[in-house]
């Protein structure tokens, strides 16, 4: 006579019993419908008579939103604190007491005239993404930490803060609201005196991951769903000064003049030529340009220009600058104009996202059957900094049109939860893989 056999030697039932748990983590889904709801009710905090909303950090209407999402956080089950920097943050304990969390979130204050999507989109993804835990009663070994960062948009004060490289002059920066950024995050419930003990060492966090629209149009021209992001570029500022010499525009022969607004006109062409002349994704841009004395009868005796150079690596941006040098110098000599480059130090160094995380940013999108391309992220943001004490990752969704700061910034619900999707997954093999 047969014996009946136990139910875990029968292969195909055993298969099923150990596959169980990894079928149902990814299969988890974020919820869609809530998600976008969150969006929209985010969106009220600031709402304008014109049906657009402005929140610039510090405001009032910041302030009520913050307020909103720290009941939302509680009311998820997060133990919920505001740190000295005016960063919210909230936690959901792991089952293993020895591991550091695994933190993500992002931003909820504005730039002035800007859309509900930038920084808003991470954020409630963030409680989207412990909502569908709760759900489903699911626990993680880390901790998880929900961080909605202070005034993003103005100084990255919060990432900066929590990242341990505040700026001498940090505090002292008065925004649109009229508040300094120190009034700002005393208004914010924190406190500036014990700022720099908000600072995270290297090791406290298991990881970071931000999810954010791409603010440019290459996902969407490309149909692409997920972008996986590389790193978030440095960014250089230069002020360059041209000193000609001022003189009558009638009496002055053409061979005579020292004009500085021409030189400037030529360095303008050459910064252009100079980013286009090797390949590579570095971009040169000057965007502000003032000639004194500014009259038409006047050769321009001075102008004072900007330039910024923003690449992923440091190299480049330096290869560039000297290019950019050995044509101006040419410039300065056959206009007969001096030409000086100021560094400004409101700059920022590439901050490269974690190679394995990358990995396990596409694979969670592969498995969802999702389209990925690796990118950098042009514009800054506060993964920036938390890249600087954690290994980081960033996800990006499509930006309708690639428009940002605006309040014509879109981004479709599908492309939200398909972003909050990854996120989730992300964190959860995260969770599996790392001590
Ligand atoms: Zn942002």
């Known amino acids: 006579?047969?014996?009946?056999?136990?139910?875990?030697?029968?292969?195909?039932?055993?298969?099923?019993?150990?596959?169980?748990?990894?079928?149902?983590?990814?299969?988890?889904?974020?919820?869609?419908?809530?998600?976008?709801?969150?969006?929209?009710?985010?969106?009220?905090?600031?709402?304008?008579?014109?049906?657009?909303?402005?929140?610039?950090?510090?405001?009032?209407?910041?302030?009520?939103?913050?307020?909103?999402?720290?009941?939302?956080?509680?009311?998820?089950?997060?133990e919920t604190t505001v740190d000295f920097a005016g960063n919210i943050i909230g936690t959901r304990k792991g089952s293993d007491p020895n591991l550091k969390p695994i933190a993500f979130g992002s931003h909820i204050d504005r730039v002035p005239n800007g859309g509900n999507y930038d920084g808003c989109v991470g954020s409630m993804a963030a409680l989207e993404v412990i909502q569908t835990l709760n759900d489903h009663a699911m626990s993680t070994k880390h901790p998880l930490e929900v961080i909605i960062f202070s005034d993003e948009e103005g100084s990255l004060m919060g990432s900066r803060a929590m990242a341990g490289h505040l700026g001498p002059n940090a505090l002292e920066v008065v925004n649109s609201t009229g508040y300094s950024a120190g009034e700002g995050v005393v208004r914010l419930g924190g406190d500036t005196t014990r700022i720099k003990e908000v600072a995270r060492q290297k090791g406290d966090l298991t990881a970071f991951l931000e999810l954010h629209i791409e603010q440019g149009g290459i996902l969407e021209k490309e149909h692409i769903d997920i972008g996986v992001v590389e790193g978030i570029v440095g960014i250089r500022w230069w002020e360059v000064e041209f000193t000609g010499f001022a003189n009558h525009a009638g009496t002055t022969p053409m061979n005579a003049r020292q004009d500085a607004l021409l030189a400037a006109a030529k360095f303008v062409v050459a910064v252009n030529e100079a980013a286009n002349s090797f390949v590579g994704r570095q971009v040169a841009t000057v965007g502000k340009i003032k000639a004194e004395p500014g009259a038409p009868n006047v050769i321009p005796g001075k102008v004072?220009?900007?330039?910024?150079?923003?690449?992923?690596?440091?190299?480049?941006?330096?290869?560039?600058?000297?290019?950019?040098?050995?044509?101006?110098?040419?410039?300065?000599?056959?206009?007969?104009?001096?030409?000086?480059?100021?560094?400004?130090?409101?700059?920022?160094?590439?901050?490269?996202?974690?190679?394995?995380?990358?990995?396990?940013?596409?694979?969670?999108?592969?498995?969802?059957?999702?389209?990925?391309?690796?990118?950098?992220?042009?514009?800054?943001?506060?993964?920036?900094?938390?890249?600087?004490?954690?290994?980081?990752?960033?996800?990006?969704?499509?930006?309708?049109?690639?428009?940002?700061?605006?309040?014509?910034?879109?981004?479709?619900?599908?492309?939200?939860a398909n972003g909050s999707n990854v996120l989730l997954q992300t964190i959860l093999a995260l969770d599996k893989d790392l001590n």
């Open 304 to 416: 004072v220009t900007s330039l910024e150079i923003r690449d992923l690596s440091k190299e480049v941006i330096e290869k560039l600058y000297h290019l950019i040098k050995e044509k101006t110098e040419e410039i300065a000599q056959t206009s007969h104009v001096k030409i000086e480059f100021h560094r400004l130090d409101t700059t920022a160094d590439p901050a490269l996202t974690d190679l394995s995380i990358q990995k396990e940013i596409a694979k969670a999108a592969k498995a969802m059957g999702l389209a990925t391309k690796q990118m950098p992220s042009g514009a800054g943001h506060d993964a920036q900094d938390m890249a600087l004490i954690a290994p980081t990752g960033m996800i990006f969704v499509p930006s309708k049109g690639g428009i940002s700061h605006s309040p014509k910034e879109f981004t479709s619900p599908e492309d939200m």
């Open 1 to 78: 006579m047969e014996h009946a056999k136990k139910w875990y030697q029968n292969p195909i039932l055993l298969l099923l019993v150990l596959l169980l748990p990894t079928l149902a983590s990814s299969q988890l889904k974020v919820d869609q419908d809530r998600l976008e709801s969150r969006i929209f009710e985010l969106a009220k905090f600031g709402l304008q008579a014109n049906g657009e909303t402005e929140r610039v950090a510090y405001s009032d209407a910041d302030i009520a939103a913050r307020k909103w999402v720290i009941s939302k956080m509680e009311a998820l089950g997060l």
